[in-house]
C-alpha cells in the first residue's frame, strides 16, 4: 500500500486549518489586522492543498528530497563522488591561476613611448632612453644645440640588459623611434 494513501489526510489538513485559525484570532487581537489576515492565510493552505490535489504532489516531493539528502549523507561512492568533483574544481582554479601567470610573464612592458602619449604617461622612467634627459621628450632636440648633429649609433646594449635594443636600433635608423 502507499504511503500517501495510508494517511488520513482530510482529518489532519482540517485540524491543522482549525488550529491556525485560532492563532489567526489571537493575532488580530494582539498585533493588528495585518498579523491575523496573514496567520489566516497560512492557515487556509493545508485545506486548499488537500482539496486541490496538490498534497500528493507535495508529499512526492519531500519524499524525493529526504530520499536524495539521505542517499547522499549515508552512502560512501556519493562522498567519493563529491571529493571528485571538489578536486576538479582544485584544478580547474589552479590551471586558470598558472595559465593567467604564464601569459602575463610572456608580456613586455613597452620600452619607449610615444611622443603623443605625453612624457607623463608611463612616468619618467619608462620613457626615458640611454642618453637622455631627464624631462626632456623622445625626439626633441637639446636645448643648447643650435646645428643639427649627425645621428650617431649606439652601441646596442649587452644581451642581459635589454631584449628589445637590436628592434630599437632598427627602429631609430628607419625614424621611428
Partial sequence: MDTFNAIAWLPLCAGATIAGLVLAFLAFRRRGAAAGMRVTAWALLPMAALLTDALQSLWTIGTTVVGFVTGLVFK???WAGVALAG?????F?????MRGRKLSSGRKQPVAETPEAGAGAAGPQAAQKPGQKPGQKPGQKPAGAAKP???VSQKPAS??????SDIEE???RRGIS
Avoid: I, N, R, Y
Avoid at 93 to 97: I, K, P
Fill in 170 to 172: 632598427l627602429l631609430k
Fill in 87 to 91: 578536486l576538479s574544481v582544485v584544478l
Fill in 159 to 164: 644581451k642581459g640588459d635589454d631584449d628589445f
Fill in 76 to 78: 560512501p561512492t556519493v
Fill in 93 to 97: 582554479v589552479v590551471s586558470g591561476v
Fill in 149 to 151: 648633429q649627425p645621428a
